[in-house]
């Protein structure tokens, strides 16, 4: 059946995220919340996340570019920003925060720029990455069906 | 605990159980706000920590516990901990994705119950309502303990043989431990021995001084610490006093609500029939007490004043009193405070009738901080309380002071009720015998055990006892009726004889605090009045009026109190140790 393989192309695509450091465990808890009362809540807060954290690369990118650096005002907006990563299980891009927080502790100016771009394109990646997935969960049918199956 | 909740949600407790959840990341507030519910609890979500301070304040009895994030723009996490710790009394979760070992203690230290990390999981949250829980079995069982000593007080009245207040067992070795402890800092330092300041008199009255001149809602440690003016005093000091002093506010709240339904216990003949003079302060607690109606009553001390002469032989005349009026008086409000503040006026115990033991607190400081002119006592001891870890005067929780307060027979004014009772009392009221002419007559002041303590800081025990001028503290510690722990002052002489030998270094006190209270007592009791002292001869003796032994002290108290003495004896059981 069209559908069924459509869900098994879901669930193929949510494990090969896991397997592939993208998502974490995080992400399945989520879905484990999603119940009748919100059949899309992971799509929701995903959407969610991805709105507020491009805020927060704003101010990030902000601190970076004009005039001295404030390696305390970036660690902590970079905080705010991973402690938000943390939240969806988008796991390469909380490691690439931790990455860019250890250089503002060493006060590397240009770690932190490196970081940063890291930091922006994992965060594209995943977005983009994450929409197909839901496209294609949304056309698997109801979200029951996208539910992780795939363990 | 069932009973333990008012809401009508415990049959089904945890469910229902009230939450906040606070977080500036609208992501996680989601998250948490689904996972709550999944745990069928009432979720309520904010942005923001001052709008979450609001919807507390709005609805004080909304909530049950509060779960924040540490990272917040507008207010850093720890103090919105500090404000509803302090203000309401509510279990506080803090959550971070940041686990690093001084952050958490941080949390711990500011009264955070609990110290999740992010990503939160569900069954973390499964399990919070075991905070909640936690904290109505201690409240519950702090009122247990102040009905027992209620009873006790009520049964010691009555009864004179039956004596000694209970209570002490169960504190014994947590004072003794408390005393200890003061001892070890006693002796001034005010260097700051790891941040365990002591709270004197002075101190806490500055401090009060502060908080209502901020505002009690506005207040915060940096603003106090400015306007305290005390270079050593460090800005953790203030915070961690300012917790206690909080929940020592609402504690007294609660146990005037409590009060209200243990009103048999009081002692109907207890009114501070004291002349009025003395219990002056009655009126005002009074009114305290109903302008404290919505914050923080002060219920504390029970003043359980005692016409010297009427009572003391209705041994019923125990004046409890709880300094927590101070205390209160600023929560609620700094107005009120400044009423209150006079301390004769503590709190309202008027109402209270009866003593009520000590209310249990956890750690309230119960601060006699009788602004009260009248006590001259005061000063002159300025009471070094020493409280560890910055709280006032008096060892650290548990300790209830009771400090009856006979009046001298003579001088109604006395009545210094210090009693203070209550576990926590710390900082013992001073005793603040009012009695200035009292001379005569016996001022049981019965100062708890604890409070006894702290107000004589075992540093002053010398001191105290070098000072002869206390005359009208001497009044307060006299009497004591046979009953329990009765010190009745057989005769200055012997008094002084006893502070003398207090004076001694050999007069290894048992507790040294209770040693150096006592002496410091009887001193002050007894010299310039002719108060009749018991004869101690014995420092030992002395030492062991430790006010939390009661049992002891009756079998060692030969108690001579002589029914005669006019002075009201205050039950030892008043001395709740």
Known sequence: ?151 | MENGFSSPRSESFPAGLRVLVVDDDPTWLKILEKMLKKCAYDVTTCHLAREALNLLRERKDGYDIVISDVNMPDMDGFKLLEHVGLEMDLPVIMMSVDGETSKVMKGVQHGACDYLLKPIRMKELRNIWQHVFRKKIHEIRDIEHENIDIIQMSRNGSDLDDGHMYCGEDFNSKKRKDFDKNDDKDFGDHSTKKHRVVWSVDLHQKFVKAVNQIGFDKVGPKKILDLMNVPWLTRENVASHLQKYRLYLSRLQKENDLKASFGGIKHSDFPPKDPAASYGHQSSINLNQNDVANGYQFCGSNFVAQDAETKNNEGDLKIVSEIKRTLTADVSDPQKMRSSQSFSHSFASLETEASYPAFDSTNPPEFSWSENPETQIKKEHKTHLQLEDGYSQLPPHGQQHQIPINQLQSDPAVTSVLSLTGRDMSGSIEIKPLFNECKSKNVSHVSPTESAIDTFPIQTKSQLINHQSFEPISTVISSMKPQGFNLSITDLESCQRNLTSASDPNFAPINEDLTVWLQGDYYTMNFGQSIDFIDYDDPGFLAEVPFYLYDPLTSDFQCPIDSTTECPIVDQGLFIA
């Open chain 1, 1 to 151: 059946m069209d559908r069924n393989h459509l869900k098994r192309q879901v669930d193929f695509m949510k494990r090969s995220f896991l397997d592939q450091g993208y998502l974490d465990e995080q992400f399945i808890q989520l879905e484990e919340l999603q119940d009748d009362d919100n059949p899309n809540f992971v799509e929701e807060i995903v959407t969610l996340f991805f709105n507020d954290s491009a805020r927060l690369l704003q101010n990030i990118e902000q601190a970076l570019v004009s005039g001295p650096i404030d390696f305390a005002k970036l660690d902590n907006y970079m905080h705010q920003f991973k402690g938000s990563s943390s939240s969806i299980g988008a796991k390469r891009v909380k490691d690439e925060c931790t990455r860019f927080k250890e250089y503002c502790t060493a006060g590397n100016a240009e770690g932190c720029f490196r970081t940063f771009v890291q930091v922006k394109q994992e965060h594209a990646t995943l977005r983009t990455k994450l929409e197909t997935y839901f496209q294609l969960a949304r056309q698997a049918g109801p979200p029951g069906t996208s539910r992780g199956q795939v363990r």
